[in-house]
């Protein structure tokens, strides 16, 4: 017990949770949180210039890590500006604390400037959302959020911070962080049950998902996969590299429109899925993921995936690191020799589909090599060529990444961020929070010139940090995403060729200009060789770079 300020108290609670950066946007309701920075340190204070950037960079930092990260917004206008991001930190899984400045008690029943009820507001993008009340109830209410947001299934969680509780001295405990134990197994009857299942399997398919790549299970679901000789589809929006993208039995990511995953899925007698949902789909096609009598076995940490869309034969609520050895050992224990073999001529199968499908996409690429202007999956495979191998991609480009996983080999858990819950904008961002938890790797951003308008500010806490990331623009002057799905509608803007506020043209985007202004490095490029000249030096360089790269705008 020690009598301390609540702003004091609330960085020592932050330390406590192992919380390294605090990033934000500070205003009126947060002037007494840095009122304290004026002598504290640690958590270092990361500042944002909006407050969906901080969200992205906290988002960024919590799933290369795996651990907390913390962000504090701007009440209820900043709170509202960050719900974009927060919602892909919701989808994603990531351990965030998000905090709020709030009014002070006193005065919150008038309603004031900027006042809401922030709580109610975060409530269905987070784990768990309430407003501490009290600075007495700062430790109880602090602690029991993270360990709430590092609890699998990990997420975001919020608390709602009035000025009186950061203000205010007392006595108080402290307390003390709980940490829930991670590794979950599965039921042993249910695992048995599905061992049998895969066992019997003559065409067994998995889906891997973000489960497998937070649980750093890459081994085990090889060891799977070799076992029972099945192809691996990563999801086509996963929020990291869910599976080694050079092994052979890499497939490559399936899509997110229902005939062709019901297509997939009717090749095989049993579909297995390690961490993946079932199914997020982008678009209506007036056909399910799965035909009625598909064989699903579903192991997740996540209860609510489990049985959420389909019926699963095999609900495993566990770990994919710690679950995977044992049911991969059951399954071993339940082969005949006849099975063995079957699985080595699909594993050998497998392995030439895929071998062909990764030549296929090179040999593509090399021959778009002398198109003018650039294409984008020549552009995809010389950036592949030329980042070393402990490379770290974050990538949002939507209409550009056919291949890219094929094109830009992305192995370990770390290796690959995207864009999963759909909210554009976070590629920059969350770049800069994977380059401040990844320091000793190099990290590339890779977006879409529509989606770097929504967190562009982000460039300048790459600079005001004098973080060496370079950070790619692919610019197709457009939404081409929009463009590419209104013209499939096959009506009125597909026979006049008129995309209405899609084109970003008049005036024309100078990302070059935006950088310098924050005094970046910027450089903007319209061949490969001028490509193949600009990514060295980037990433040679000990500060940012943007690089603007003119690709093809055509459908």
């Not at 709580?119 to 602090?142: G, I």
């Not at 890779?446 to 500010?457: E, F, N």
Request: with cysteine; hydrophobic share 45%.
């Amino acid at each position: 017990m020690a009598m301390i300020a609540g702003k004091h108290a609330f960085l020592e609670l932050l330390r406590q949770e192992g919380v390294e950066y605090l990033f934000g946007n500070p205003g009126t309701t947060e002037l007494t949180l840095m009122d304290a920075y004026a002598v504290e340190k640690k958590p270092q204070y990361v500042l944002a210039l909006h407050e969906g950037s901080a969200m992205g960079m906290a988002h960024g930092y919590a799933v290369a890590t795996g651990k907390l990260a913390a962000v504090n917004l701007h009440a209820a206008p900043g709170l509202g500006n960050a719900l974009g991001m927060l919602y892909n930190a919701k989808k994603a899984g990531a351990p965030i604390l998000v905090t709020a400045g709030q009014h002070h008690n006193d005065i919150a029943l008038a309603e004031p400037l900027l006042w809401d009820d922030l709580a109610v507001m975060a409530r269905p993008y987070v784990k768990w959302s309430t407003e501490v009340r009290s600075l007495e109830d700062l430790p109880r209410a602090l602690h029991r959020a993270c360990k709430v947001a590092l609890t699998p299934p990990m997420g975001p969680v919020f608390l709602s911070l009035p000025d009186n509780v950061l203000s205010d001295s007392a006595d108080i405990d402290m307390m003390a962080p709980t940490r829930v134990g991670s590794g979950l197994r599965a039921d042993a009857s249910v695992i048995a049950h599905a061992a049998e299942l895969i066992a019997a399997a003559k065409a067994p398919l998995i889906f891997a998902g973000d489960a497998v790549s937070k649980s750093f299970a890459h081994p085990e679901l090889v060891a799977l996969a070799e076992l029972i000789g099945a192809p691996v589809y990563c999801e086509a929006m996963a929020d990291s590299a869910s599976f080694p993208a050079s092994h052979p039995l890499f497939a490559g990511l399936v899509t997110r429109l229902g005939t062709a995953v019901q297509a997939l899925s009717q090749q095989h007698d049993l579909v297995i899925s390690i961490g993946g949902d079932l199914f997020t789909m982008s678009l209506p096609t007036g056909a399910e993921a799965f035909a009625p009598g598909t064989r699903i076995v579903h192991l997740d940490v996540d209860p609510w995936e489990l049985g959420k869309n389909f019926p699963t034969e095999a609900a495993l609520l566990g770990d994919p690191k710690a679950t995977l050895p044992e049911l991969t050992a059951a399954i071993a224990d339940r082969q005949a020799d006849g099975d063995r073999k079957a699985a080595s001529e699909r594993r050998s199968t497998i392995g030439q589909a895929s071998s062909q499908r990764r030549r296929a996409a090179v040999s593509k690429a090399q021959s778009l090599y002398g198109a003018s202007p650039i294409q984008p999956m020549a552009l995809l495979h010389l950036i592949g060529e030329i980042l070393p191998s402990n490379a770290v991609v974050v990538e949002e480009i939507l209409s550009s990444n056919p291949g890219l996983r094929d094109l830009i080999i992305s192995d370990d858990p770390q290796s690959y961020y995207g864009l999963r819950g759909g909210g554009i904008g976070m590629a920059l961002p969350q770049a800069i929070g994977a380059k401040l938890a990844m320091p000793d790797r190099p990290v590339v951003a890779l977006s879409g010139d529509g989606s770097a308008l929504y967190s562009i500010q982000s460039l300048w806490t790459a600079m005001n940090r004098r973080l060496a990331i370079p950070f790619l623009i692919f610019n197709n002057r457009s939404y081409r995403i929009l463009k590419q799905r209104t013209n499939a509608i096959g009506d009125h803007a597909a026979r006049t060729g008129h995309f209405e506020a899609m084109d970003l043209i008049d005036p024309m985007l100078d990302f070059t200009s935006l950088a310098k202004g924050w005094g970046m490095p910027a450089v903007r490029v319209e061949t490969l060789h001028d490509v193949r000249a600009a990514l060295p030096a980037a990433l040679a360089s000990e500060l940012p770079t943007l690089i603007d790269i003119a690709i093809d705008t055509r459908l």
